[in-house]
């Protein structure tokens, strides 16, 4: 084979292996709306590929099956809490938790679509599960170094992330039907709460009326 055949060659496989990369690109920006929009359980491969304007065979050159492509999506989830969240905590000694909570929510609203995919009602628990346990991975290592500081002394600090956890993830969720309030404003409220807790008059008086059954 001569060095025009060898250079065709590399060509034609240049632009096949950049067809098969956009096909792909194609599918997951596809997928990513449709689980978005009709939840895990819902969405079929028939909405993707429609979606992507390509076959359904297309889709099995791709991917083995919907699993496998959800799954790609929350890898995504992952990535963006690891790289722009999780690293932000363990390459810092001055991270605060104010910084860890404003910086999740930032992110969290800028990519909503894809945490509804990871912690809607509708997704597989285990993949809900692996967006928390990610989250409280970045709060547990920054409660650590308050331990260590002095801090948080008789605190279940695993137990307490896990807490923290809940509460930012079900912030998230609100903005699954809400885009109010913003990022900043939803930091603030959950720090507030985080901070001051609720009003003591709470757990001293009757919330409901005299005469209300439960």
Same mark, same amino acid.
């Given at each position: 084979?001569?060095?025009?055949?060898?250079?065709?060659?590399?060509?034609?496989?240049?632009?096949?292996?950049?067809?098969?990369?956009?096909?792909?690109? &194609?599918?997951?920006? =596809?997928?990513?709306?449709?689980?978005? #929009?009709?939840?895990?359980? &819902? =969405? $079929? @491969?028939?909405?993707?590929?429609?979606?992507?304007?390509?076959?359904?065979?297309?889709?099995?050159?791709?991917?083995?099956?919907?699993?496998? /492509?959800?799954?790609?999506?929350?890898?995504?989830?992952?990535? @963006?809490?690891?790289?722009?969240?999780?690293?932000?905590?363990?390459? $810092? !000694?001055?991270?605060?938790?104010? %910084?860890?909570?404003? $910086?999740?929510?930032?992110?969290?609203?800028? !990519?909503?679509?894809?945490?509804?995919?990871?912690?809607?009602?509708?997704?597989?628990?285990?993949?809900? @599960?692996?967006?928390?346990?990610? /989250?409280?991975?970045? *709060?547990?290592?920054?409660?650590?170094?308050?331990?260590?500081?002095?801090?948080?002394?008789?605190?279940? /600090?695993?137990?307490?992330? #896990?807490?923290?956890?809940? %509460? @930012?993830?079900?912030?998230? /969720?609100?903005?699954? !039907?809400?885009? &109010?309030?913003?990022? !900043?404003?939803?930091?603030?409220?959950?720090?507030?709460?985080?901070?001051?807790? *609720?009003?003591?008059?709470?757990?001293?008086?009757?919330?409901?009326?005299?005469?209300?059954?439960?």
């Amino acid at each position: 084979m001569n060095d025009n055949s060898n250079a065709n060659l590399n060509a034609r496989q240049h632009r096949g292996a950049k067809r098969r990369a956009k096909t792909r690109a &194609d599918l997951l920006a =596809a997928a990513r709306h449709v689980f978005a #929009r009709k939840g895990y359980h &819902d =969405a $079929s @491969i028939l909405d993707i590929t429609e979606a992507a304007d390509v076959g359904v065979g297309t889709f099995y050159l791709h991917f083995r099956d919907k699993d496998e /492509i959800f799954n790609t999506l929350i890898d995504e989830v992952l990535r @963006i809490l690891e790289e722009q969240v999780i690293n932000e905590v363990l390459s $810092s !000694e001055a991270v605060t938790l104010p %910084v860890i909570v404003r $910086s999740i929510f930032h992110h969290a609203y800028a !990519e909503r679509d894809l945490f509804s995919i990871a912690l809607a009602s509708g997704a597989q628990v285990a993949q809900t @599960i692996r967006v928390e346990d990610m /989250i409280a991975q970045g *709060l547990t290592r920054a409660f650590e170094r308050a331990t260590q500081s002095g801090q948080l002394q008789g605190y279940d /600090i695993f137990l307490l992330a #896990r807490l923290v956890t809940g %509460v @930012i993830a079900q912030g998230i /969720i609100w903005w699954f !039907e809400q885009d &109010d309030p913003g990022p !900043e404003e939803m930091a603030q409220n959950v720090l507030n709460l985080l901070e001051h807790g *609720l009003p003591a008059s709470l757990f001293e008086e009757n919330l409901l009326p005299p005469g209300t059954e439960l």
